[in-house]
């Protein structure tokens, strides 16, 4: 059987059913299928996660994954990536497997390698040891960044419908995307997993060397959970902006490193909950009292942008 690169988007049949109406039509889905990341250095290799993920941009996803985890902190220490091409692997599997070769003659440490952070202390798995794994890493505060017009906040919704391409084909993916300082699009991700969608974003900005993100908005098209504000800190980006809301813990890890999150950013309103000092408010007047949250319901999924396939040549170097 001849190894098949899969899509990102798949094409069934569905009954629609609309009141007393019945119709069979075509549909597209969004493709999930796992992906296997393996790490070797020299003689040694390991499989370091397995991930549910909508196929393309899987060297980035592995790139990121690894960044984001401590595994790697510089593109250098990358040889290359490529697609598992072991005999004892079916063709079918073949683009389900990606093995990172290192520059080392050994593998790191995997000791802490876990998706969450999540540390054995004595205070157990809570925000407090999330916290102090951050610091351990060595984060430190963002950089200053840019100021940015409420009005180019306002603004990246809707222009990032308009990128999410087979969003509007499928409803059910989510994105990540980064803009520059002057609202422009410079990468957008996606995928059925939102942090894999940032793992994708913030691979693409570390192979192409691109990291720390000191002038660029980040911005997700869900909630802020942890896990993502987490990620944007560790890849250097000052703003994090979310259609949805934040988690309790995604505005505590911003403001313990000094990062602008925007939540509920829907039509011509949002909340800063970290970092207001980066938002330039053209207003005339301010409202006495606070301002209550945005509290509709979030929507599915969050949209793709492309769904280009990974290095035609099955690999990456560097």
Known sequence: MRAERPSGRLRTRVQVVQGDVVVWRSDLLATEEPMEIRLQAGPHRKTVAVTMRTPGHDFELAAGFLFSEGVVAH?????????????????????????????????????????????TSACGVCGKASLQALRRRGCHLADPGPVVDASLLT????????????????????????????????????????????????????????????????????????????????????????????????????????????????GDRFNVYTGPERVRVRATSQASGVASSVSSPEKTGGGLWESNPPCPSGQHRF
């Open 75 to 119: 593109r250098d220490e990358i040889r290359r990536i490529v697609y598992c091409q072991d005999s004892d692997l079916r063709p079918e599997q073949r683009y389900n497997v990606v093995t990172v070769h290192l520059r080392a003659s050994s593998l790191p440490p995997l000791d802490t390698l876990e998706r969450h952070f999540y540390t």
């Open 155 to 266: 603004a990246l919704p809707e222009r990032l419908r308009q990128a999410q391409r087979l969003f509007s084909q499928t409803g059910g993916l989510h994105a990540a995307a980064l803009w520059d300082a002057g609202g422009e699009l410079l990468a957008l991700r996606e995928d059925v997993g939102r942090h894999n969608a940032m793992d994708k974003l913030v691979g693409w900005a570390f192979l192409e060397g691109r990291l720390p993100l000191r002038d660029c908005l980040l911005m997700v098209s869900g909630r802020a959970s942890f896990e993502l504000v987490q990620k944007a800190v560790l890849a250097g980006a000052p703003v994090f902006c979310a259609v949805s809301a934040p988690s309790s813990l995604a505005v505590e890890v911003a403001r313990e490193f000094g990062l602008t999150l925007v939540g509920f950013l829907r």
